[in-house]
């Protein structure tokens, strides 16, 4: 215990304050009112570094792979009015991101740049202590799959936690292993189970409307799409033959 009381404690520190300088509180209330605020400021970015270093632990890498980091909104090139609304309506989810449970897909050929705006999404919410997860469907199933194993390093319901806490998960190639019963299934329950708790889903998929829709079941389609989510085309050519043309 201090020897000092509050109000002294107070009052030395405050003759510590340089001249000139507006103290943040007057009184003992407000000085505890203020370390009430920044312990609670701390234990949130201790939780949000816990769960950093978990993604670190289960995917051994952290949420937005390397060659998707420096994505931005700013680099995002909009020749024409197509990557101009894809551009505009990604850089709006991630402003009003936390309002609204919706999700957002993005659907469309190779090298459109679906990755590129939802790594700009994601930078955008790392940015504001968001966590964020781009994981791709096979990596997916690979990551269940090592669940299932003897001596595995986590269970099949704590990976299915780690995907469903975090704050946006972004599903990438939704759709290229067609075929595999399992996918439909594990994509439905995590999208479910995310949905339920009004926490929002990102997708990535060459797919289109009812290819998707076949896949993951109209009740998942209309919950992605309600309360602030969005469906973007991108039927453009890919960037790169773009970019010599
Ligand atoms: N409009 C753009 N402005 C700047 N860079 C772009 C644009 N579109 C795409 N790119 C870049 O082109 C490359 C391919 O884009 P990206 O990976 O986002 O494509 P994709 O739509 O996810 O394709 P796929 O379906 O093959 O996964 C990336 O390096 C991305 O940064
Ligand atoms: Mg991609």
């Excluded at 897909?105 to 940015?127: D, V, W």
């Excluded at 190639?173 to 067609?178: A, E, F, L, N, S």
Aim: proline share 2%; net charge positive.
């Amino acid at each position: 215990m201090s020897r000092f009381s509050v109000q002294e404690r107070l009052q030395l520190l405050q003759r510590a304050v340089p001249a000139g300088t507006q103290p943040k509180f007057t009184t003992p209330e407000e000085w505890r009112a203020w370390q009430d605020e920044q312990g609670r400021l701390s234990s949130q970015r201790v939780a949000e570094q816990n769960r950093q270093a978990r993604f670190q632990a289960v995917l051994g890498r952290s949420g937005i792979q390397e060659l998707h980091r420096g994505c931005t909104f700013e680099n995002y090139v909009a020749k024409h009015e197509g990557q101009q609304n894809a551009l505009d309506k990604a850089s709006r989810y991630a402003s009003d991101f936390g309002n609204g449970f919706g999700g957002f897909i993005f659907s469309g050929g190779c090298g459109t740049g679906k990755n590129h705006l939802a790594a700009a999404i994601g930078n955008a919410l790392l940015a504001r202590n968001k966590s964020v997860l781009v994981v791709t469907v096979p990596d997916l199933m690979m990551r269940f799959r090592e669940t299932y194993q003897d001596g595995a390093r986590q269970t099949e319901a704590s990976l299915m936690n780690d995907l469903c806490n975090v704050d946006l998960l972004v599903l990438d190639d939704i759709g290229v292993q067609r075929g595999n019963t399992n996918e439909g299934v594990i994509l439905f329950q995590i999208v479910d189970r995310r949905l339920a708790n009004k926490k929002p889903v990102g997708m990535l998929t060459n797919l289109d409307a009812n290819a998707l829709n076949e896949l993951l079941g109209a009740r998942i389609m209309d919950r992605m799409t309600m309360d602030g989510g969005m469906w973007v085309n991108f039927n453009w050519s890919s960037y790169r033959t773009q970019v010599k043309s």
